[in-house]
């Protein structure tokens, strides 16, 4: 990993910023953006205290919505390192909350856009550098959202949603310049995310996700560790030729993927399917 250079956005607090500081202690040189320059100044000075193997540390406010705000971080990171190696697109919101009749329909066109369009911009304007390498990694945070419904944080599971899909698709147009992209489903770690569910309540996110919520909140949720691990993971070179795939820190055995690798290819396994009613024993109308 030495001299290895990772942007990851969303960076200043959360778990962008245990990635982050994850990547320092492997021995990556990082760039980091968020949309708050007050939070990434604190961010950088907190990561300063492990960056034990003085690797280098760029920040810059970046709203990842906004095509000329990642245009510009993008040629800042290339201008200062002279490469990037791995893409780490973490930055993400919940969107409104609430029945699709009562949310602010600006408010949700502007979290698609920051979750979707966003990831979209990220990957466009990094793909130039990322073809002059070797061997490059773009790692795409998803979340159960992506996987199942997602009532009253519709925007959310959308958003995620297409990005899998959007991933998916393009790993299989990248493949040829060995860029390895795959999305990465962390578990219910607890977040300033959550706690804005529980702010709103269970008149607006309703009962069921309300309560989850709140035991998630008393028990800890998942741990970040799981989640760290599978990204240092699809970072390194162990990972290679695995592509294309929605993996679960939590769920999945992410581990032994290498041995299975080549076995993978034109299978379904890890990846958004329809499933076909045959193939489950429904082949009569019988439910």
């Not at 309703?206 to 691990?229: F, H, P, R, T």
Request: hydrophobic share 40%.
């Amino acid at each position: 990993m030495q001299d290895k250079v990772a942007i990851i956005t969303g960076a200043s607090r959360g778990i962008g910023f245990e990635i982050s500081k994850d990547f320092l202690k492997n021995g990556f040189n990082i760039s980091i953006c968020s949309r708050n320059n007050k939070d990434l100044i604190s961010a950088k000075k907190r990561l300063e205290k492990f960056n034990k193997k003085k690797k280098k540390i760029l920040i810059k406010k970046v709203d990842v919505s906004k095509k000329a705000d990642v245009k510009k971080f993008i040629s800042f990171t290339y201008k200062n390192y002279k490469k990037i190696d791995v893409l780490v697109n973490n930055a993400g919101v919940y969107g409104p909350m609430g029945r699709i009749d009562k949310i602010n329909v600006d408010k949700w066109k502007s979290a698609l856009d920051t979750n979707l369009l966003g990831s979209f911009y990220l990957i466009y304007y990094a793909l130039p550098i990322l073809k002059k390498n070797k061997r490059s990694k773009v790692i795409q945070l998803s979340g159960g959202g992506a996987t199942k419904p997602t009532p009253y944080i519709n925007c959310y599971g959308a958003s995620k949603a297409g990005v899998v899909r959007f991933v998916e698709s393009i790993s299989i147009e990248l493949k040829k310049f060995k860029i390895d992209i795959n999305s990465v489903a962390p578990g219910a770690i607890n977040t300033s995310m959550l706690n804005d569910v529980i702010k709103s309540g269970p008149n607006v996110v309703g009962k069921k996700i309300y309560e989850n919520a709140l035991k998630q909140k008393k028990d800890g949720g998942a741990s970040v560790k799981n989640c760290l691990e599978l990204i240092s993971f699809l970072a390194s070179k162990k990972s290679n030729g695995i592509t294309g795939r929605l993996i679960s820190a939590i769920w999945d055995n992410w581990k032994e993927l290498p041995k299975i690798k080549k076995k993978l290819i034109n299978k379904d396994v890890y990846t958004l399917r329809r499933m076909i009613g045959k193939h489950v024993g429904l082949n009569k109308l019988d439910l």
